[in-house]
């Protein structure tokens, strides 16, 4: 993999919100990786774990069915890196997501990739 890009890497993006969903989405996919799902639920996000192999993946804490603690602690049991991309503060973050990579909305593309390509590297 290219230091500069996610080349390769499958991603989980789990983001509730449609347009940001969509603008992760472009940014993994400029940086040449490859969205091999994108879900607004924790549920959706579970399933999709069971039924595929990712790389990383990407977290909005605030889903349509709850938060994305019981998806990072699956993440975890998989061994499967992610960040947390979100509106709240770290300060304001479940325990289980205190120590996780974390980037602040509104967020700039270049530091999503930069964030993602330290955590994702194989």
């Not at 479940?94 to 990579?101: D, H, K, R, T, V």
Request: aromatic content about 6%; charged content about 25%.
């Amino acid at each position: 993999m290219g230091q500069d890009s996610l080349s390769g890497k499958r991603i989980l993006i789990v983001e509730d919100n449609f347009l940001v969903a969509e603008e992760l989405c472009q940014i993994v996919h400029n940086a040449r990786g490859q969205v091999k799902k994108a879900v607004a639920s924790s549920h959706a996000a579970i399933d999709a774990l069971t039924d595929g192999k990712f790389d990383g993946a990407v977290l909005d804490v605030q889903l349509q069915d709850g938060t994305c603690v019981e998806v990072a602690r699956e993440l975890r049991s998989r061994r499967i890196p992610f960040v947390v991309v979100t509106g709240y503060s770290r300060d304001w973050l479940a325990p289980e997501l205190q120590g996780a990579p974390y980037l602040a909305k509104p967020f700039n593309g270049q530091d999503l990739v930069a964030l993602a390509i330290r955590h994702f590297s194989s």
